[in-house]
């Protein structure tokens, strides 16, 4: 099983930006964690961080074209303003969990909505690092119970 993570705009940041808000964990600390999980669940991740919402969007073009199974994006701000990268992810038809570090629905309103929640299989929010963990347990639980099904 293939998966590609995505990381959007400043979380290149994380270890020393906001850390009452995200914790202390590096964007190293968690792809090393997500490297560990998926080793132990026999997946193929591929991670990348950008600021730059049209290279994310590639990424995601390149996923499709790659037959990559699913995506674990923590879109950051874009998540709050980019239909471009909703239309992506529908553009390509991959399946994906969407997370936060931080409780998007205890902070500020503007937070509150996300171009993706709807269209995710699920969402995870609000547990630092571990919000990426849980979300690829649940992306890989999720795409396998869905091969087994498939006759
Ligand atoms: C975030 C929450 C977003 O509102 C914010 O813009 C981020 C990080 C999180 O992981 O908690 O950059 O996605």
């Known amino acids: 099983m293939k998966v590609l993570v995505l990381h959007g705009p400043n979380l290149n940041l994380l270890g020393t930006r906001e850390r009452a808000v995200y914790g202390t964990a590096t964007l190293a600390d968690i792809n090393k964690g997500l490297e560990t999980i998926a080793n132990e669940l026999s997946v ?71 171009y993706l929640s709807d269209i995710a299989i699920g969402v995870i929010t609000g547990f630092g690092a571990e919000s990426y963990f849980w979300g690829l ?3 890989v639980k999720t795409l396998s119970d869905r091969k087994e099904s498939s006759p």
């Open 44 to 114: 193929s991740l591929t991670s990348v961080q950008s600021n730059s919402e049209a290279v994310l969007i590639e990424e995601i073009h390149k996923a499709g074209r790659a037959k990559t199974d699913g995506l674990l994006v923590n879109p950051a701000a874009f998540g709050h303003t980019s239909i471009a990268l909703r239309d992506a992810i529908l553009g390509v038809s991959l399946p994906f969990v969407e997370v936060h570090l931080s409780n998007i629905y205890a902070r500020e309103e503007f937070r509150h909505k996300t």
């Open 137 to 139: 347990r649940a992306l």
